[in-house]
């Protein structure tokens, strides 16, 4: 009798809620993994503009102090994730999901410094959740999405209080709003359609594995 040396692929668990038995977590975890670089690199955009921002526009030494602060935590977090990733080291889940908080926070901290509308610095959202929505889930995105939206909102209701509470500047609110709210929904067309790539591929590589096996289990009774 013949060993076998073709590899295997380790068949997913069949208590997965993929289709053919295949596990959605693992292509989950892949996804993280894939876009992960992504978060970094987006990251990396919003501390080197915000920074320059920053240092440009600050209308007082203390909130550009505070400013530059929360920027610095932001490069060094991502310093060690890019290190981690460079590496080739595993990154636990939460840490990835924390790191992300952290940016919305961030930058809904910077907005609160600022107190104006508009404001040039909520454009620091998109790429922010531009980079979430190809990386993580649908829901986890929404989570993101909504908590950035709404904290958005709410430190925007004083300056348009002291601004006399227009209508212009009501709908210039709106529109900002919506538009946070479509880049991560585009994002999301992607991860989806990149989500069931990436389930067909692994039901390929099963139909694959299971003809091969099927073909050596042949070959061998025909040879005893």
């Not at 829901?139 to 950035?148: C, E, I, L, R």
Request: aromatic share 8%; net charge negative; glycine share 8%.
């Amino acid at each position: 009798m013949t060993q076998s040396t073709v590899t295997r692929r380790i068949p997913p668990d069949d208590s997965g809620t993929g289709s053919f038995g295949v596990n959605l977590d693992d292509v989950l975890d892949d996804d993280i993994k894939a876009g992960l670089p992504v978060i970094i690199y987006a990251r990396w955009v919003l501390v080197i503009a915000g920074l320059g921002l920053t240092l440009w526009n600050s209308a007082n030494f203390v909130e550009a102090q505070v400013s530059v602060l929360i920027i610095l935590v932001l490069a060094v977090g991502n310093f060690f994730l890019q290190v981690e990733v460079n590496r080739e080291r595993p990154i636990k889940k939460w840490i990835v999901y924390g790191a992300s908080a952290v940016d919305i926070g961030a930058i809904t901290g910077v907005l609160l410094l600022t107190n104006t509308l508009p404001s040039s610095t909520y454009v620091f959202f998109m790429p922010a959740l531009l980079a979430l929505s190809v990386t993580f889930s649908t829901f986890n995105t929404a989570k993101y999405t909504v908590g950035a939206v709404i904290g958005y909102g709410l430190i925007s209701i004083a300056p348009i209080n002291d601004m006399g509470g227009g209508t212009v500047e009501a709908t210039s609110l709106l529109i900002h709003m919506l538009i946070l709210l479509s880049v991560p929904f585009c994002g999301g067309v992607f991860w989806r359609l990149e989500r069931t790539r990436r389930t067909q591929e692994i039901n390929a590589d099963m139909v694959e594995q299971q003809l091969t096996d099927n073909f050596e289990t042949t070959s061998t009774g025909g040879d005893a």
